[in-house]
């Protein structure tokens, strides 16, 4: 998508002399646009687990490029045993920077399995290559699909209300900056704005990240569609007043029967919706779904970070990025990142295959088309 009216895209590789993971600095948005130099496979798990880079496509799509760094820093072992063994130890160590998207999973997983049907190290460390490159441009593909899909929905909409504008509300941040491109929630919003539907995005800011006020909110901002941030508190007020139309949230993982996880507070803002008769989506890529587990409450593991993210908070004064105070510095803190909405609140699911009911039977069929 655009920043100042240059396509980015929020990752990619550069190969000179040797590999660099390029990517968008999440932690200095809204207030600085910089990009990020991810050198080695250590490089690329501090950068996930600060969130620095962070969404679930592209936690998954860094975690690839991350196991072809790990396959690129051992080139010059002994023998494949001593490749295998190494490459193993760092993709674990991939794996345990955060818990709760399953793109991360998925893709070191499906990058080890690809690297296996090699017997070289040279091939080994390219299908590693192709692997990451590929999955790259499949999440951006995904992502085009679901605002496909999506706009569907925003079209019906639209006409129901006579080409009045549409009211979209969302949950922190399931745009391009999540994904590698377009995003996933804000997908169809995008898609509505280039055919010439009237939208505007209600911005839950998402405590206590604030993904929703600084990096969907930039996002929107720089590709010219009309948005206000509300606090995660007034979402159910918007509704109770006839303000939205529509939910689009995103997902870091959907279950076999429907369960959507996602950023939390999604949970209050489905049951919101529920209660206000509002159509609540979630628009998630195939590398989100969790086919082998059922129920996303039991199921799910929940990240839970550091304090200090309650606790403090940073802005800008005096031109200077800075870190204040909110709380009694000795209170006890929970930092829960996520959430689960049950598939009962949740209207359907777009997803890049097109738009299907959070259902078992309905879901099975994604792994067969
Ligand atoms: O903790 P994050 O920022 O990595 O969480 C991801 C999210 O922002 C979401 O929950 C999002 O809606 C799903 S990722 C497209």
Avoid at 90 to 113: C, D, Q, W, Y
Wanted: aromatic share 8%; glycine share 6%; with cysteine.
């Amino acid at each position: 998508m655009l920043v100042k009216g240059k396509h980015y895209r929020t990752i990619w590789l550069e190969t000179e002399n040797k590999p660099i993971v390029k990517t968008i600095n999440q932690l200095l948005l809204p207030h600085k646009f910089e990009i990020a130099e991810l050198k080695t496979s250590e490089d690329v798990c501090n950068a996930i687990s600060s969130m620095l880079l962070r969404g679930a496509p592209l936690i998954g799509v860094a975690a690839a490029y991350g196991i072809y760094l790990a396959c690129y820093e051992s080139r010059n072992t002994n023998n494949i045993e001593e490749f295998k063994s190494e490459v193993l130890n760092k993709a674990n160590k991939i794996k345990s920077t955060r818990p709760t998207a399953v793109n991360l999973f998925n893709a070191v997983n499906n990058s080890l399995s690809s690297i296996n049907k090699q017997n070289s190290i040279p091939s080994k460390i390219e299908a590693a290559f192709e692997f990451a490159n590929k999955l790259a441009e499949s999440e951006i593909y995904y992502c085009e699909q679901i605002g496909k899909y999506g706009f569907e929905i925003l079209e019906k909409l639209n006409k129901a209300k006579k080409g009045d504008v549409i009211n979209i509300l969302t949950h922190c941040n399931a745009g391009w900056l999540a994904c590698i491109d377009y995003g996933t929630a804000t997908s169809p919003i995008y898609k509505a704005k280039e055919k010439g539907i009237d939208v505007h995005v209600w911005v839950e800011e998402t405590r206590p990240r604030n993904q929703g006020a600084s990096l969907t909110a930039w996002e929107l901002l720089e590709n010219n569609i009309p948005h206000t941030i509300i606090t995660d508190n007034a979402g159910g007020y918007v509704m109770q007043k006839g303000m939205v139309d529509i939910v689009i949230v995103g997902s870091d993982r959907t279950t076999l029967s429907g369960d959507v996880c996602n950023k939390i507070g999604t949970y209050k803002t489905a049951l919101a919706a529920k209660d206000n008769n509002i159509p609540f989506y979630a628009a998630l890529p195939i590398t989100s779904f969790d086919f082998n587990i059922k129920d996303g409450i039991k199921e799910i593991p929940i990240e839970e970070r550091n304090q200090d993210e309650v606790k403090y908070i940073s802005g800008v004064y005096k031109n200077e990025i800075v870190r204040v105070l909110l709380t009694p510095e000795n209170s006890n803190v929970k930092n829960y990142g996520f959430d689960i909405t049950p598939s009962r609140l949740i209207t359907g699911l777009i997803t890049d295959k097109g738009i299907i009911l959070p259902k078992e039977s309905e879901i099975k069929k994604l792994t067969q088309r």
